[in-house]
């Protein structure tokens, strides 16, 4: 039973905007709400005034001044006027939870259209208040000083899995190389180099170990960037620049805080919003052609493949090896370069991901496309897979 058998009501993506990512020195958070939401808008055939509702994915947690964001898409248009407006945070998924919000306002019959903003200014902090900021996400780092950061805690999660499952340092360069070769084809990344697999896996001046196992190259990076979706219920807008792309399916699940109640591989809130998506989809893996992982280090990519189900526990490996996730496998994951190569705008990258999807089922991802692409799947987690969530979305 497909979402719209569920609820009664079709959710489709009808115009979206996009942002480049990277060091924007030029850009603020409010140039970069209104650059995105502007083009989202436009795109959808839809007049301002006709936007019932917003949400905006910030995370923010001190890395700029201004803390209350919601009303900077207003910017765009004085016909944005008094439309409600919402912020939603929950750590790197924040512009995950800013769309599913959005989408609960169209089932709700609260709203019609909904433009979903996700936005971050990250490098204009210093790296203190950036590290502090984003340790701020878990439970026993927050507060604390630390050399290393969030690579640390995924860190532990590498290590973790080498005592359990033996040496990962090979295969996590491999991710690495495979999102840094994607990159290249997306004209929205923070990074453009394909890097290739051997300086991946080595360490090096230029690569060097942050926090074994995990190199430079298997850290996302910290970037500045928006995306911005509109949702409309039932029908797209006439005029809209692009063909809809319609919501099969979702899923949200928290896990616990504390790292004493949580198998650190185990990931298992990101299982549970895998299966209530693709549950509420009537969709398995196997009907995908793309998906959209959350890769904010290599590690965490490879946990994904079994989590999602390409590989058994402690094997994620072989989808690397038989060439699953790659461009032509049977389950390409990351076209778009994913977090690592595209950047991390934290509240930005949820929404990223759907925009990204949804230009491959419309068939407007240029050099990332993928051809025949009908089905994609998006994953976005926030903090070391505490709020998970899980799209599929499908071509019309």
């Known amino acids: 039973m497909a979402?719209?058998?569920?609820?009664?009501?079709?959710?489709?993506?009808?115009?979206?905007?996009?942002?480049?990512?990277?060091?924007?020195?030029?850009?603020?958070?409010e140039s970069l709400v209104v650059a995105a939401a502007a083009e989202a808008i436009a795109n959808s055939g839809l007049e301002p005034g006709q936007i019932d509702e917003i949400y905006v994915g910030n995370y923010n947690a001190g890395m700029v001044p201004l803390a209350f964001t919601s009303s900077l898409a207003l910017q765009v248009s004085d016909e944005l006027a008094n439309v409600p407006a919402t912020r939603v945070e929950n750590a790197c998924a924040s512009g995950s939870g800013a769309f599913q919000q959005g989408v609960k306002a169209l089932l709700a019959g609260t709203a019609r259209n909904v433009l979903v903003i996700g936005a971050e200014k990250m490098t204009s902090a210093g790296a203190d208040t950036v590290g502090a900021a984003l340790l701020a996400a878990g439970y026993e780092s927050a507060g604390h000083p630390s050399r290393t950061g969030f690579t640390g805690l995924f860190a532990e999660v590498a290590r973790a899995y080498e005592d359990r499952y033996g040496a990962v340092s090979d295969v996590l360069g491999s991710i690495a190389a495979k999102n840094h070769h994607n990159g290249m084809s997306n004209p929205y990344a923070q990074m453009h180099r394909d890097f290739g697999v051997e300086f991946c896996r080595t360490v090096s001046e230029k690569n060097p170990m942050v926090d074994a196992p995990l190199r430079r190259t298997d850290c996302s990076p910290v970037s500045d960037g928006a995306a911005a979706v509109v949702l409309s219920a039932g029908h797209a807008p006439s005029g809209a620049a692009t063909a809809p792309v319609r919501l099969a399916g979702f899923g949200h699940a928290n896990d616990f805080l504390p790292a004493a109640k949580r198998d650190p591989l185990e990931f298992a809130g990101s299982r549970a919003a895998w299966s209530r998506a693709l549950g509420m989809a009537g969709v398995g893996l196997a009907d995908l052609d793309l998906a959209e992982v959350h890769d904010c280090f290599t590690i965490a990519e490879l946990v994904m493949y079994e989590v999602?189900?390409?590989?058994?526990?402690?094997?994620?490996?072989?989808?690397?090896?038989?060439?699953?996730?790659?461009?032509?496998?049977?389950?390409?994951?990351?076209?778009?370069?994913?977090?690592?190569?595209?950047?991390?705008?934290?509240?930005?990258?949820?929404v990223s991901q759907h925009v990204i999807a949804a230009m491959q089922l419309a068939g407007t991802a240029g050099e990332m496309q993928l051809p025949g692409a009908r089905r994609a799947a998006v994953h976005n987690m926030g903090g070391l897979a505490i709020a998970n969530y899980v799209s599929v979305l499908e071509a019309v």
């Open 3 to 29: 979402l719209k058998d569920q609820f009664g009501t079709d959710v489709l993506l009808t115009g979206w905007g996009h942002t480049r990512f990277g060091k924007l020195e030029g850009e603020t958070l």
């Open 308 to 350: 999602m189900g390409l590989a058994e526990r402690g094997k994620g490996s072989v989808a690397i090896e038989d060439g699953s996730v790659y461009r032509g496998g049977r389950l390409p994951v990351n076209l778009s370069g994913g977090l690592k190569a595209k950047g991390h705008p934290v509240g930005a990258t949820g």
